[in-house]
C-alpha cells in the first residue's frame, strides 16, 4: 500500500460551495480534462494516439475517485498494489495489469499516475494512459494472436517512480525502451501523458490557489456526491425491486482456435443497490481475449451506459460506486489468473457494453440500443523499405478500424464508426504519405447493417494495397456470430478479412492472426461489420429506404427483403408494390421478438466454413488442464 508524503497533515475542515462555485470548478476541471488530451495530441509521435486519440486521462480527488474523465481508471487500485512513499514531484508508470489491479488492461498501456499537491497537501490526482504502439514481444505491435502468456506480449514494466522528485529515471527508462521497436515514439508519447498529467496538476492547484483548499475539496465532495444522488434516482426507475435480469452474448474466438466463449452477466437489485454478477461468464480463455477487469472499473462501465441512454446530462465521475456491487469469479474470462495473454481484451471490453445493453432494454426497451460495433479491431503493418530514399528503415503501422454503430430509441447508428466516440481515423492521406501502402476504397458496406425502423450502421470495406513487402496482423470478431437487432430490428452483417494476391489468388484470413506475409500488390480488404437494427423495418417510411437504395447504403434486394420496400437501383419507389408486399411479410412474420440474436448458435457453427470459409472453432477447454490443452 501506497504512503503518502504531506507536510501539510492537519484536517481540512468542509465548506458549502454555492452553486455558482460549484459550477464555475467543475467546469474548469472538465475543460483540464480535455488540455490533457491537447497536450497529448501535439507531442505524440505514434499514430495510435496523435491521429486516433487511444488514450483516456482523468482528474481525481485525494482518494482517487475520478471526479472527470474518460474511461475511469482505477487509482485506487493501483495504490493499493504500489509499495513504497509518494511524494511530491514524483509520477509513477506501470504497464503491468496484474500489478496494479487491472487499473489497465494489457501491456501496451502505459499507466501514468500523478500526484497533485498544494502547499504540502495532497489535493488529487491526475492519471492518463495511452496504448503505445509497440511494446516488443515476438510480432510487431506486440500483439501476438496466439499469445498464451503475458510474457509473449512484450517488455513488462512493474509499478515504479518514472520520476522521483521532479528527477527522471533515465537509466530506468532506457531499460524500458531498450525492448521496444520503435523508441523513439514511445519516448515521444510518454513525454506526451507526462506533460498532459502535469498540465491537470497545474490546473487543480490553481483553482486551490484561487477558491482555497477548503472550498475545492469541498466542490469536489459535492460533485460526486450530486452524482450519487441523481444515480440512485435513476436505478430505483429503471430497475424492480428484488428482480434478476440475466443477458448473454459471444466472443467468437481467442485467435487459438477455441471459441466461442459465452459472456453472461446478471443484474439485481435490492433496495438502492445493484448487484452485477459474472459468475456464470466463460472460462479463462487459452488465447489472448481474456479481459481482466477491476470491479471499479465494471461500475464506471455501467454507469456509463446507463448515463448515457437515460440522463446524458449527469456528469460522470465516481460518486455512485457504493449503488453497485461487482461479482467477478476467479480463473474467469474477466479475472484470468496469472500469466494469462491479455493482447486482444478490446473485444470483451466492447462487448461489456452489448451486455450492459441487452439487460437494461429487457425492462425499458424503449431504451433498448441493438448491437453495435463493439469493438475497436486493430490492423498492423511493418517491415523494411526495399529501394529509394528510406531503403533498409523499419515501418510500423498500428491503427483502430471503424464499422457500424447500432440502430438507437433516437434514430440509426452512424455508418463506419467508433465504438469510442473520441475516437477518430487515421485520415487516408496520411497513411499514403507515412507508410508504402494504398488505400484503394473506403466505403461503407451496403446491407450490413441490420434492418429496422432504425437501421443499424453499415461496416466499411477498406482496401489496403501494399507497395513494400512485409507482414500484417489483424485483431476483429463478430466473424461468427452476429451483432444482433432489437424490438423487431434484424442482426447486422458479421466482419470478414482476405488478400487479393497480386498473381490473382484470394486468401481468406481469419480474424485474429498476426505474421502474415505480403508483397507489392497484394490487397488487403478488411471489411468490419454492421450494427443490429432498432425497431420494426417494416415501419421505416419506404421514401427513406428509397433514398438509401439511391446512395448506395442499402441495395434493392436489400431493400426488398429487410423492408418490403420495392424500388430500383435508381431509388425510383414503386408504392403500391411496397404497400402489397408489406402486408404479405407483416402476416407472415408473426410476434416481433424484443432480440434477434440470428440464427441459433448450432447451427452457426454448423454452417461455418461454409458461410465464412474458415473452420468453426473448438469448445473452450480449462487452460489449467495440460491434457485439455493438448486435445
Not at 465532495?221 to 434478476?244: I, S
Not at 466472443?251 to 446478471?266: M, N, Q, R, T, V
Not at 492521406?429 to 476504397?441: A, D
Amino acid at each position: 500500500m501506497a504512503e503518502i508524503l504531506q507536510t501539510a497533515t492537519e484536517p481540512v475542515a468542509r465548506v458549502d460551495v454555492d452553486p455558482v462555485t460549484l459550477d464555475i470548478i467543475e467546469n474548469a476541471l472538465r475543460n483540464a480534462r480535455y488540455e490533457m488530451d491537447e497536450v497529448l495530441f501535439r507531442t505524440a509521435l505514434s499514430p495510435g494516439i496523435r491521429e486516433q486519440h487511444d488514450e483516456f486521462p482523468l482528474i481525481a480527488d485525494p482518494s482517487g475517485k475520478m471526479v472527470v474523465g474518460q474511461f475511469g481508471l482505477s487509482v485506487p487500485d493501483f495504490l493499493e498494489n504500489f509499495d513504497g512513499t509518494i511524494g511530491e514531484g514524483d509520477i509513477l508508470m506501470t504497464s503491468d495489469p496484474y500489478a496494479c489491479g487491472a487499473a489497465i488492461s494489457h501491456a501496451n498501456d502505459w499507466l501514468l499516475v500523478v500526484p497533485i499537491f498544494h502547499e504540502g497537501r495532497l489535493v488529487g490526482w491526475s492519471s492518463m494512459f495511452g496504448h503505445m504502439s509497440d511494446v516488443g514481444g515476438k510480432t510487431p505491435s506486440s500483439m501476438p494472436a496466439d499469445a498464451r502468456t503475458i510474457y509473449e506480449e512484450g517488455v513488462i514494466v512493474p509499478p515504479f517512480k518514472l520520476y522521483e522528485g521532479g528527477k527522471l529515471n533515465e537509466a530506468a527508462l532506457r531499460i524500458i525502451l531498450n525492448q521496444v521497436r520503435m523508441p523513439d515514439w514511445n519516448r515521444a508519447d510518454l513525454n506526451g501523458l507526462t506533460a498532459a498529467c502535469t498540465t491537470a496538476a497545474r490546473r487543480v492547484t490553481e483553482l486551490c490557489d484561487r477558491f482555497g483548499v477548503e472550498t475545492y475539496l469541498s466542490a469536489l465532495d459535492a460533485l460526486l456526491d450530486r452524482n450519487y444522488q441523481a444515480m440512485k434516482v435513476l436505478l430505483a426507475t429503471l430497475f424492480e425491486d428484488g428482480q434478476t435480469l440475466e443477458f448473454a452474448d459471444y466472443i467468437c474466438d481467442d485467435g487459438c482456435g477455441y471459441g466461442p466463449y459465452e459472456l453472461k452477466i446478471s443484474l439485481t437489485r435490492t433496495g438502492e443497490k445493484i448487484h452485477l454478477d459474472f459468475s456464470h461468464a466463460a472460462p479463462q480463455a487459452v488465447g489472448p481475449i481474456n479481459y481482466f477487469i477491476n470491479e471499479n472499473l465494471v461500475r464506471m462501465f455501467f454507469g456509463i451506459y446507463v448515463i448515457t441512454v437515460a440522463d446524458p446530462q449527469i456528469l460522470w465521475n465516481d460518486g455512485f460506486y457504493p449503488l453497485i456491487d461487482v461479482t467477478i469469479p476467479e480463473d474467469s474470462f474477466w479475472k484470468p489468473r496469472h500469466p494469462a495473454a491479455l493482447n486482444a481484451r478490446n473485444h470483451g471490453i466492447g462487448r461489456v457494453f452489448d451486455l450492459f445493453g441487452g439487460l437494461l432494454g429487457q425492462t425499458n426497451p424503449e431504451i433498448l440500443n441493438a448491437a453495435g460495433f463493439s469493438s475497436s479491431p486493430h490492423f498492423m503493418y511493418s517491415g523494411h523499405y526495399t529501394s529509394g530514399p528510406r531503403e533498409g528503415e523499419w515501418f510500423q503501422l498500428y491503427s483502430i478500424g471503424f464499422g457500424g454503430v447500432p440502430g438507437r430509441p433516437v434514430g440509426d447508428g452512424p455508418d463506419g464508426h467508433s465504438l469510442w466516440p473520441s475516437f477518430v481515423n487515421i485520415p487516408c492521406e496520411y497513411l499514403e504519405s507515412y507508410y508504402p501502402l494504398r488505400i484503394e476504397r473506403w466505403e461503407t458496406i451496403a446491407d450490413s447493417g441490420g434492418a429496422g425502423l432504425h437501421r443499424g450502421g453499415n461496416g466499411v470495406d477498406v482496401a489496403y494495397h501494399f507497395e513494400e513487402p512485409g507482414t500484417i496482423a489483424i485483431h476483429d470478431d463478430r466473424w461468427l456470430t452476429y451483432p444482433w437487432g432489437v424490438n423487431g430490428g434484424r442482426p447486422g452483417e458479421r466482419g470478414r478479412k482476405w488478400i487479393d494476391r497480386a498473381d490473382g489468388t484470394r486468401e481468406v484470413l481469419p480474424s485474429k492472426i498476426h505474421d502474415v506475409p505480403v508483397a507489392p500488390g497484394d490487397v488487403l480488404h478488411f471489411v468490419t461489420w454492421g450494427g443490429g437494427g432498432w425497431g420494426d423495418p417494416l415501419a421505416r417510411p419506404a421514401e427513406l429506404v428509397a433514398q438509401e437504395v439511391l446512395r448506395g447504403l442499402v441495395t434493392a434486394d436489400g431493400a426488398r427483403t429487410g423492408y418490403g420496400v420495392v424500388c430500383g437501383d435508381d431509388g425510383v419507389l414503386d408504392v403500391q408494390a411496397t404497400e402489397r408486399l408489406r402486408a404479405e411479410m407483416a402476416a407472415e412474420r408473426g410476434e416481433i421478438p424484443v432480440f434477434d440474436m440470428g440464427p441459433p448458435l448450432a447451427e452457426i457453427l454448423a454452417r461455418c466454413e461454409e458461410e465464412t470459409g474458415l473452420p468453426a472453432p473448438r469448445p473452450p477447454v480449462d487452460v489449467r488442464s495440460a491434457d485439455a490443452l493438448r486435445r
